[in-house]
Every structure is written in structure tokens, then in C-alpha cells.
């Protein structure tokens, strides 16, 4: 697994422009409460941190970019702000204190060689917090002692799961059957869906997380999750998830996924301790729009982006993969952090002349090719797929194959003269086998504003953008 980030909860990487100004104010607030700052509190540190941006958005020279990191622990917040170039920031550093509000904590430091570390600060008093609540609207209200249980929903509970969502995505959410009570209670007596949901203190829900399968699949997706915001900042989705691992473990599912956004970390967090590394990045797989509305959105303006994390739940698995060369190296570390033992099989020939695929494309624009199996007619038959789904108004495409299929170095030969790169592995995605996925977006997307909370990520980030301008170099 990846390194955890544990010396902050959540964390915002922006362009320096004042522009994002108001992005960074709902973050650091949104940030707050959910690791259970008051929300007065939470308001003051987000105005302390934006003001702050401003002034240094004043001495910046070029799009530098920045990281802003935020944390509350023993009855203080924190908003960290991480600038490169020492030199250009060192006059307005010294005089922020003189800038900021005065009731405002801020201190600063040098960091490393080239940078500084600003730190706004606000303690709060957890006894105070339900007082301060009750200056929030009634309906962000609620008191972090209320009790609360997770428990199975019933059918008559399916609306009330429809209005949370609606809460806090508005109707631009990817799963739609939640929308409607009758398609949703489907799903669950069909046992396509395995729910849990939190309840308050009087039974309504307040939460909800899932499991979803193909009838007769060895793995499930957790996801469908949601949590009200007035009670975010109490670890639900984790408890959630803890219930919904023993209900796998029970069905006797190989293992389960999730494909948390990229939008935020919040989610990323929860998959990060329930021990589900991540194997692949989804670039562009859904429309701008699609995200939560009560969240700030940094990857505005392009299409939206998951990642792929998966755990397995038995211990002791083992697999042969064909590993194309330029891949070999980041295929063995991820399925290393899986538990996986691998062999490498020695790269070899397409056993058949002629490939079998199958296209797709979904309401969102998101195109997948799949090979099941890969003739040395693969570059033939990429092409024509490609053709395809682009005609079909794909705008972002995914590529996948089986891992130990011998023709598979031929195929990643021709998808990157195509233009496709590396995105990652799918564990069991294929009836129990795995399968490797490259993608191909058609339109700007910077991976830099994909917000990513361990580091092992955005390592993988990084390999994923070198490789996509590799490819790019050979067509």
C-alpha cells in the first residue's frame, strides 16, 4: 500500500490566482467540518486562508501552483499553505501578520531550499460546538453526540436514500437508479445492490453506502455513497464500509472495488484505511458536471476523473501476467500492494489471426474496448474500434485486455501509436481475471488538478503523464 498522508487530513492543489480565491475558502470550510470543526470556526480559518491567498497571489510572477493542506486535532485547525520560490515570496511573508485579520493565527517557515510553509491557525473549544451549531441554519444542524447506528435499509426507507443524494449531488449523480424508489428496491431484491445506511437518533437516514454486482460476479463495487453534510466529520462512510466488507466476506466475493472522485480526498481517505490501494486512473471517464454540488470543484472545466482502488479479500493470491516492458515495473509495484504474488511470463505471439472485441460507449461520453482476446490483427482491430466509439461520441476511451494474454505486448506496441497510455490494472474485473487498462483522452485534461491523497497515487499520477506524453511523441 501506499504511504498514508498523515500529518493532514485534506489537501487542494491550485494555480496561483486570485481567481481561486473562493475555490480554496470552500474548501478549507468544507474540510473543516468534516473532520468535525465547528462550523463557526470553520468559516473564520476559511476567510483567514483566503485572505491570505490573495495577498500572495499579489507577488506571484508566473502560474506557479501551490498546495494547501488542512488538519484539526486536539481542538485546533489548521490551513497550511505550500509555496515554491523562496525569493519572490520573501518581502510579503513578513508582513502578513499586518495584513490578516488580527484575532487570525499565522505563522510561517521556510521550506527546504525554495519554498515556505504559511500556517493559519484557530483553536475551538469542542464544548462550545453545539452552541455554535445553533447558529447554522436548522438543517446544517446536528449535534455530534445525537446518536447514530447503521443498519439495513428497508423499502420504505428508498426515498429518503433518494433525497440524500439529491442533498448533496443535485440530480448530477452517475448512478440514477437512486433517484427513482421503485428502480432502487429492484436492485436490492434482485441482489444486484447490497446497501447499508446510517440513521439518526429518530430513524432517517442520513447516510448510505453499497455494494453493487453483476449477477454471478467474483467482485463488487463499493460505492453510491453519501453522508449529509451536517454529519460529515464522524468517520461514517468508514463504519459503513466495515459493514459492507463483512457482507462480502459472507457472499463469498474475491474482492471488492471502489472508484472514488477526484474532486476531493474524502473519499480517497476512507478507501485508503479500509486497505484498498489504488490500481488505475480513470481520466476523463465521466462530464464536467458530474460532481457534488456542496463541494468546491478544482477540476472545473474539464471532464471529471476516478481512480480505481481495489482490496482482495482472501489472502495468498497469486498470478502469471505478460508484462509489455514499459509496463512491467509499475505492474509488479501495484500488484504488489494488492498482497499479489506474481510470475512473469516470457512475451510471446498472438496465438489466433483474428482478435475478438467488444465496444461500448455510456451517457457520459466514456468509450471501453475490450479485447478478449488479442489476434496479430490487433493494430487492425484497434483502429476499427477506435472508429467505433468515436462515432458513437466517445470523447475519452479505455483500453483493456487480459494480463495473460501472450498477444499482449503487440497490442500496447500499436495502442500507443494510437495515442493510448497507461492507466492502469483492473484485479478480477474479467470473470475472475485481470486485466490491464490504457486509455485515451481526446480533449485537455490536466492531471494536475486531479486532487489525490496518498502519495502512492500520485506516483502513479506522475508515471501515467509521462507515459501519455511518451505516446503522444510516437504518433
Same mark, same amino acid.
Given at each position: #500500500?501506499?504511504?498514508?498522508?498523515?500529518?493532514?487530513?485534506?489537501?487542494?492543489?491550485?494555480? #496561483?490566482?486570485?481567481?481561486?480565491?473562493?475555490?480554496?475558502?470552500?474548501?478549507?470550510?468544507?474540510?473543516?467540518?468534516?473532520?468535525?470543526?465547528?462550523?463557526?470556526?470553520?468559516?473564520?480559518?476559511?476567510?483567514?486562508?483566503?485572505?491570505?491567498?490573495?495577498?500572495?497571489?499579489?507577488?506571484?510572477?508566473?502560474?506557479?501552483?501551490?498546495?494547501?493542506?488542512?488538519?484539526?486535532?486536539?481542538?485546533?485547525?489548521?490551513?497550511?499553505?505550500?509555496?515554491?520560490?523562496?525569493?519572490?515570496?520573501?518581502?510579503?511573508?513578513?508582513?502578513?501578520?499586518?495584513?490578516?485579520?488580527?484575532?487570525?493565527?499565522?505563522?510561517?517557515?521556510?521550506?527546504?531550499?525554495?519554498?515556505?510553509?504559511?500556517?493559519?491557525?484557530?483553536?475551538?473549544?469542542?464544548?462550545?460546538?453545539?452552541?455554535?451549531?445553533?447558529?447554522?441554519?436548522?438543517?446544517?444542524?446536528?449535534?455530534?453526540?445525537?446518536?447514530?447506528?447503521?443498519?439495513?435499509?428497508?423499502?420504505? !426507507?428508498?426515498?429518503?436514500?433518494?433525497?440524500?443524494?439529491?442533498?448533496?449531488?443535485?440530480?448530477?449523480?452517475?448512478?440514477?437508479?437512486?433517484?427513482?424508489?421503485?428502480?432502487?428496491?429492484?436492485?436490492?431484491?434482485?441482489?444486484?445492490?447490497?446497501?447499508?445506511?446510517?440513521?439518526?437518533?429518530?430513524?432517517?437516514?442520513?447516510?448510505?453506502?453499497?455494494?453493487?454486482?453483476?449477477?454471478?460476479?467474483?467482485?463488487? &463495487?463499493?460505492?453510491?455513497?453519501?453522508?449529509?453534510?451536517?454529519?460529515?466529520?464522524?468517520?461514517?462512510?468508514?463504519?459503513?464500509?466495515?459493514?459492507?466488507? !463483512?457482507?462480502?466476506?459472507?457472499?463469498?466475493?474475491?474482492?471488492?472495488?471502489?472508484?472514488?472522485?477526484?474532486?476531493?480526498?474524502?473519499?480517497?481517505?476512507?478507501?485508503?484505511?479500509?486497505?484498498?490501494?489504488?490500481?488505475?486512473?480513470?481520466?476523463?471517464?465521466?462530464?464536467?458536471?458530474?460532481?457534488?454540488?456542496?463541494?468546491?470543484?478544482?477540476?472545473?472545466?474539464?471532464?471529471?476523473?476516478?481512480?480505481?482502488?481495489?482490496?482482495?479479500?482472501?489472502?495468498?493470491?497469486?498470478?502469471?501476467?505478460?508484462?509489455?516492458?514499459?509496463?512491467?515495473?509499475?505492474?509488479?509495484?501495484?500488484?504488489?500492494?494488492?498482497?499479489?504474488?506474481?510470475?512473469?511470463?516470457?512475451?510471446?505471439?498472438?496465438?489466433?489471426?483474428?482478435?475478438?472485441?467488444?465496444?461500448?460507449?455510456?451517457?457520459?461520453?466514456?468509450?471501453?474496448?475490450?479485447?478478449? #482476446?488479442?489476434?496479430?490483427?490487433?493494430?487492425?482491430?484497434?483502429?476499427?474500434?477506435?472508429?467505433?466509439?468515436?462515432?458513437?461520441?466517445?470523447?475519452?476511451?479505455?483500453?483493456?485486455?487480459?494480463?495473460?494474454?501472450?498477444?499482449?505486448?503487440?497490442?500496447?506496441?500499436?495502442?500507443?501509436?494510437?495515442?493510448?497510455?497507461?492507466?492502469?490494472?483492473?484485479?478480477?474485473?474479467?470473470?475472475?481475471?485481470?486485466?490491464?487498462?490504457?486509455?485515451?483522452?481526446?480533449?485537455?485534461?490536466?492531471?494536475?488538478?486531479?486532487?489525490?491523497?496518498?502519495?502512492?497515487?500520485?506516483?502513479?499520477?506522475?508515471?501515467? &503523464?509521462?507515459?501519455?506524453?511518451?505516446?503522444?511523441?510516437?504518433?
Amino acid at each position: #500500500m501506499g504511504k498514508g498522508n498523515s500529518d493532514h487530513f485534506a489537501e487542494l492543489r491550485l494555480s #496561483m490566482e486570485a481567481e481561486g480565491g473562493e475555490l480554496l475558502r470552500a474548501f478549507v470550510r468544507e474540510a473543516s467540518l468534516v473532520e468535525g470543526v465547528p462550523p463557526m470556526t470553520a468559516s473564520l480559518i476559511a476567510a483567514d486562508a483566503a485572505q491570505t491567498w490573495q495577498i500572495l497571489c499579489g507577488s506571484r510572477t508566473n502560474a506557479e501552483r501551490a498546495a494547501v493542506l488542512l488538519s484539526a486535532s486536539k481542538g485546533e485547525a489548521r490551513a497550511r499553505i505550500l509555496l515554491n520560490g523562496h525569493s519572490r515570496f520573501s518581502a510579503v511573508v513578513g508582513s502578513l501578520s499586518a495584513q490578516v485579520r488580527r484575532d487570525a493565527g499565522l505563522s510561517y517557515r521556510e521550506r527546504g531550499v525554495d519554498g515556505w510553509e504559511i500556517t493559519i491557525h484557530r483553536g475551538f473549544e469542542p464544548s462550545r460546538e453545539a452552541a455554535e451549531r445553533n447558529e447554522e441554519p436548522i438543517a446544517e444542524a446536528a449535534e455530534t453526540t445525537e446518536t447514530v447506528r447503521i443498519d439495513v435499509p428497508q423499502q420504505s !426507507d428508498s426515498a429518503a436514500i433518494a433525497r440524500c443524494f439529491l442533498a448533496v449531488y443535485g440530480h448530477n449523480y452517475v448512478h440514477r437508479e437512486v433517484f427513482s424508489p421503485h428502480r432502487y428496491w429492484r436492485k436490492v431484491e434482485s441482489g444486484e445492490l447490497i446497501p447499508v445506511v446510517t440513521r439518526d437518533a429518530r430513524g432517517e437516514v442520513v447516510g448510505h453506502v453499497a455494494l453493487e454486482r453483476e449477477p454471478g460476479a467474483a467482485i463488487a &463495487e463499493r460505492g453510491e455513497a453519501v453522508v449529509l453534510p451536517s454529519y460529515r466529520g464522524r468517520h461514517l462512510l468508514e463504519r459503513m464500509t466495515e459493514r459492507l466488507t !463483512d457482507e462480502a466476506t459472507k457472499l463469498g466475493l474475491v474482492g471488492i472495488y471502489a472508484e472514488p472522485v477526484t474532486t476531493h480526498t474524502f473519499s480517497q481517505r476512507n478507501d485508503e484505511r479500509a486497505g484498498m490501494p489504488t490500481c488505475a486512473i480513470l481520466l476523463g471517464a465521466a462530464s464536467e458536471s458530474l460532481h457534488s454540488k456542496d463541494l468546491p470543484v478544482p477540476t472545473a472545466g474539464q471532464r471529471q476523473s476516478f481512480l480505481l482502488t481495489f482490496r482482495f479479500l482472501e489472502a495468498g493470491r497469486a498470478c502469471e501476467i505478460v508484462a509489455p516492458p514499459a509496463y512491467r515495473d509499475v505492474m509488479t509495484t501495484t500488484y504488489g500492494r494488492l498482497g499479489v504474488g506474481v510470475s512473469l511470463c516470457e512475451s510471446g505471439t498472438p496465438t489466433e489471426t483474428r482478435s475478438m472485441t467488444s465496444v461500448m460507449v455510456n451517457p457520459w461520453g466514456y468509450g471501453r474496448i475490450r479485447f478478449e #482476446m488479442i489476434g496479430s490483427n490487433a493494430s487492425i482491430e484497434l483502429s476499427q474500434a477506435v472508429s467505433d466509439v468515436s462515432g458513437l461520441g466517445a470523447r475519452a476511451v479505455q483500453l483493456s485486455a487480459h494480463v495473460d494474454d501472450p498477444g499482449l505486448p503487440l497490442l500496447v506496441e500499436s495502442a500507443r501509436r494510437q495515442g493510448f497510455f497507461y492507466c492502469g490494472l483492473a484485479p478480477a474485473f474479467s470473470e475472475g481475471r485481470d486485466l490491464l487498462l490504457m486509455q485515451h483522452v481526446s480533449e485537455p485534461l490536466d492531471i494536475n488538478e486531479l486532487q489525490l491523497f496518498t502519495d502512492q497515487t500520485k506516483e502513479l499520477a506522475a508515471f501515467i &503523464e509521462r507515459d501519455r506524453q511518451s505516446a503522444q511523441s510516437q504518433r
